[in-house]
């Protein structure tokens, strides 16, 4: 994630460093993260929209087809995307970058559990490096997230679903069964990965040795390791439901 060219050691320190800061926030609001609209985002036939109102319709439709299936034409589908967007007046670029995000983060899970293999995480990975690679400043910050932004608000969105502080507590089995779930659906690989980080469904002192140097061996497959993580509490005590499993972003007005 975002490699810079300095001493290895003074580098590693720097983003056991970060990533510390970073998990001591989950609970405590969301980071303040700026970040233009992600690549895939489209936004429909209204054109000529500033950067900002790209973002309300990226997110009002990622609301609307969550209520009510793709759309299909249909001007009910229409009015409900209108109506998301009068709700989204408000929102911030920092509020709307961290649902979009969610959501990608979010279908690569549930692409995780319907294709039973490491693939689909790896690709979003693959897709935020590009984004990152398109707007970031790689001088913006000493452990490269400054200038991966995309990066950063998905391990964000990640260790939020991840850190156990919500009201639907992770059991201690997670730590075995998690593992054992990726490793016999996901490859050998990937459960090497998730052994690696499975600290960060533990506890706090447990959550950022996880996300500390052990983690840099792993390289584009830490956030992939978080997905597939997620995939495997989904499987195992969420029925197989991202949506209802795993919580929505928080702070976007409704």
Do not use: H
């Not at 989950?26 to 950067?51: C, M």
């Not at 911030?92 to 279908?107: F, G, K, N, P, S």
């Amino acid at each position: 994630m975002g490699r810079k060219q300095q001493g290895r050691g003074q580098k590693r320190a720097a983003k056991v460093a970060s990533r510390k800061r970073k998990v001591r926030q989950v609970g405590q609001g969301r980071p303040v993260v700026t970040v233009p609209g992600l690549d895939s985002y489209e936004p429909g036939p209204v054109s000529e929209l500033d950067a900002l109102d790209e973002m309300r319709y990226a997110v009002a439709d990622i609301r609307t087809a969550r209520r009510l299936g793709p759309n299909d034409g249909n001007p009910e589908w229409l009015e409900a995307l209108e109506a998301t967007l009068d709700t989204l007046a408000g929102a911030t670029e920092e509020e709307l970058v961290v649902e979009i995000i969610d959501d990608r983060v979010r279908r690569a899970v549930d692409d995780t559990l319907e294709a039973g293999t490491a693939e689909p995480a790896r690709e979003e990975v693959r897709c935020l490096i590009a984004s990152d690679g398109e707007m970031g400043d790689p001088d913006a910050d000493p452990d490269g997230l400054g200038g991966a932004p995309a990066q950063g608000v998905a391990f964000m969105v990640l260790i939020g679903w991840l850190a156990n502080q919500g009201p639907r507590p992770i059991p201690t089995a997670a730590r075995t069964r998690v593992p054992e779930w990726v490793r016999g659906t996901l490859g050998a690989e990937a459960g090497d990965a998730v052994d690696t980080v499975i600290g960060v469904i533990g506890s706090t002192e447990e959550r950022e040795a996880a996300i500390g140097p052990v983690a840099d061996g792993l390289g584009d497959d830490f956030l992939a390791a978080l997905m597939w993580i997620a995939a495997g509490l989904v499987a195992l005590y969420g029925d197989g439901d991202v949506d209802t499993y795993l919580a929505f972003p928080e702070g976007v007005p409704a």
